[in-house]
């Protein structure tokens, strides 16, 4: 069977992943920092869909939980998705400089050095693929919660391009997903009241995967799931970036990530 190892694996999108590609007859390699929480999410999982489920507590923040995911990476997996993250309330001087820079290690470092390990045993095997989870916000919303997850895309799509012409290049994918506003544990833990937001802007998580996933078939680098939001990347592509700065600017401050 084939191997996926999911990060940020017991809530959210990363759970959504791990529901489905269990159904698919993936083997999970589940990585979250609770151990409690982890050993549940893999034991319903195993339950549910008779695969095997090998759970890996670490905390992306860290270097020694960066590095223990390095090590199984380069174990061998077929997919990688990388979802850990998290957002912060408040403004770019208002949240303390240590947590900004646990953001960056999480949405890039561990993000740029799981991948940088998965890739070479898939392309020597000529099989697999690594999802790296963005977010639309990386179209427009200012501040470090913005710029890491453009440089999540700019990063993902670079990578498909670098691999591309090695040998079995041409059967590994590489992709940013950039979903919009999605019903997780995301906002409470961030401290957001999002309880404003209309609901024609809330995406459903598992359609979300579904999305990701047609998209990752097809050989899509940038996964923008929804009409609704394709078009607000599309249109962030095309106007003035001050413009889309400022009107972002202002969603934040009522429900949006922090910088």
């Not at 929804?226 to 401050?253: F, Q, T």
Request: glycine content about 12%.
């Amino acid at each position: 069977m084939p191997t996926a190892l999911i990060t940020g694996a017991t809530a959210g999108i990363g759970a959504a992943f791990a529901h489905r590609l269990a159904s698919d007859g993936f083997d999970l390699v589940l990585l979250a920092r609770d151990a409690d929480r982890l050993d549940g999410t893999a034991g319903e999982l195993r339950d549910a869909y008779a695969v095997r489920t090998e759970t890996l507590v670490a905390d992306l923040a860290t270097e020694e939980g960066i590095g223990a995911a390095e090590e199984r990476c380069r174990a061998g997996v077929d997919l990688l998705v990388n979802n850990a993250g998290f957002g912060r309330k408040g403004t770019f001087l208002d949240v303390p400089v240590t947590d900004e820079a646990a953001r960056l290690k999480v949405h890039c470092e561990a993000v740029l050095r799981l991948t940088h390990a998965a890739l070479p045993g898939m392309l020597e095997r000529r099989r697999g693929a690594v999802v790296n989870v963005s977010s639309v916000a990386a179209f427009a919303t200012p501040g470090t919660y913005g710029a890491s997850k453009a440089w999540v895309v700019s990063f993902s799509q670079g990578v498909a391009r670098d691999i591309a012409g090695r040998p079995g290049g041409d059967r590994v994918r590489v992709m940013a997903l950039c979903p919009g506003l999605v019903r997780t544990e995301f906002h409470e833990r961030a401290g957001l009241d999002v309880s404003e937001v209309p609901g024609f802007m809330w995406l459903d998580r598992g359609e979300v995967v579904d999305a990701a996933l047609r998209d990752l078939r097809r050989g899509v680098q940038v996964s923008v799931p929804g009409a609704l939001y394709k078009a607000i990347a599309g249109l962030a592509r095309v106007v003035p970036r001050d413009w889309v700065g400022r009107m972002a600017s202002n969603a934040r401050r009522r429900y949006g990530p922090s910088d």
